[in-house]
């Protein structure tokens, strides 16, 4: 276990509709990113959040955002959800010492979107 | 355009049999590789990973991967599987000034007992 957890598991929504997934990082962590791993494919880089800042972010449109809180937990926010969302959504913890760190994976929130 | 490329989809296996799972990036700057496990039902796990010093790097469960920086290349290998070692395996690479992994498309490996 690394001791990042997300919230919840499995998640079902409609077209349209928004969702948010939660993430708590590892203890000592202060940063948090987001993937997106659709089915059969590698996880995706949407963001990054350090110390409640955007802090890089991938080819994702802005219907993607997020949060980070002052404990360094995160909020990762889809409005106008589309078929295509449908994944597990990843998020990971690091500590950014100097780039280049080892990210420690949480189990995912699986995303059906119908 | 920066890549991950795992050239291997599918593997199936026998127990005992040697395993090599292949990955190639592009990337231009100095980067730090990763290969990491995802069991059925579980989350990425982290097996080995390589900053810098010796290119053999050991891992968890008899895994180890060797980079050969001309070739770009970060294999993983390990000289005999288990039916545990079921699984899918993603090479990531992210830049040393870098805050993104970019991950391969993934290796799905089967052991048959």
């Known amino acids: 276990e690394t001791g990042v957890t997300q919230s919840p598991t499995h998640l079902i929504k409609t077209r349209g509709q928004q969702v948010t997934l939660r993430c708590s990082s590892q203890s000592g962590h202060n940063t948090v990113s987001w993937y997106q791993q659709a089915l059969g494919q590698g996880p995706q880089f949407i963001f990054q959040?350090?110390?409640?800042?955007?802090?890089g972010r991938g080819n994702f449109p802005p219907r993607f955002s997020g949060l980070q809180f002052p404990n360094y937990s995160s909020e990762l926010n889809v409005n106008a959800l589309e078929l295509d969302d449908s994944a597990l959504y990843l998020c990971?913890?690091?500590?950014?010492?100097?780039?280049?760190?080892?990210?420690?994976f949480g189990p995912g929130t699986r995303l059906l979107v119908l | 355009a920066q890549s991950v490329s795992q050239h291997n989809h599918h593997v199936i296996l026998s127990e005992a049999a040697s395993l090599e799972l292949g990955c190639n990036y592009s990337y231009g700057g100095t980067v730090n590789l990763f290969w990491y496990v995802q069991y059925p039902g579980q989350h990425l796990q982290l097996l080995l990973k390589?900053?810098?010093?010796?290119?053999l790097v050991k891992g968890i469960k008899g895994f180890e991967a060797e980079f050969i920086k001309s070739k770009f290349s970060f294999n993983l290998r390990k000289p005999s599987v288990q039916w545990s070692d079921t699984a899918e395996y993603f090479c990531a690479v992210i830049l040393t000034t870098g805050n993104q992994f970019y991950f391969g498309t993934g290796t799905s490996l089967t052991v048959i007992p």
């Open positions: 390589y900053f810098s010093g010796d290119p």
């Open positions: 959040y350090y110390r409640e800042e955007e802090n």
């Open positions: 990971a913890s690091s500590s950014p010492l100097g780039g280049g760190e080892t990210q420690y």
